[in-house]
Nanobody, 118 residues
C-alpha cells in the first residue's frame, strides 16, 4: 500500500504562485509514476502533470504547460507541483495519484484546495 498526502494549497491572486507537495509513504520503493489531477466545481477530473520518479520524465496538460512544473525528491519521497502565473480557471481541488493509469490510478491523496481570485 502507498499513502499520499497533499499540502500547499490556498488562496492566491491571479498571476501569483503556489507550490503543492505530495508526500508518499508506505511501499514507495515500488511507486514509479506520480500524477497530479484537479477537479473544479461542476467539472470532471482533469489530468494536470505526471512524473516518472525513476527517469524524471515529465508530461503536462496543454492548459498548464509553461506555467506548472512537476518535480521530485526521491530521497524525501516527495513530488512537487510548482504553479506560476495562476489563473482563476486553475481553481480546483488538486490531487496527487500514484501508478496505475491516467484513467485509473492505484492510489490517491485526499486533495488540497487551490483558489485563484481575479
Amino acid at each position: 500500500q502507498v499513502q499520499l498526502a497533499e499540502s500547499g494549497g490556498g488562496l492566491v491572486q491571479a498571476g501569483g504562485s503556489l507550490r503543492l507537495s505530495c508526500a508518499a509513504s508506505g511501499r514507495t520503493s515500488t511507486t514509479y509514476v506520480i500524477r497530479w489531477f484537479r477537479r473544479a466545481p461542476g467539472k470532471e477530473r482533469e489530468f494536470v502533470a505526471t512524473i516518472n520518479r525513476g527517469t524524471g520524465v515529465t508530461s503536462y496538460a496543454d492548459s498548464v504547460k509553461g506555467r506548472f512544473t512537476i518535480s521530485r525528491d526521491n530521497a524525501k519521497n516527495m513530488v512537487y507541483l510548482q504553479m506560476n502565473n495562476l489563473k482563476p480557471e486553475d481553481t480546483a481541488v488538486y490531487f496527487c495519484a500514484a501508478d496505475g493509469t491516467i484513467a485509473v490510478p492505484n492510489y490517491w491523496g485526499q486533495g488540497t484546495q487551490v483558489t485563484v481570485s481575479s
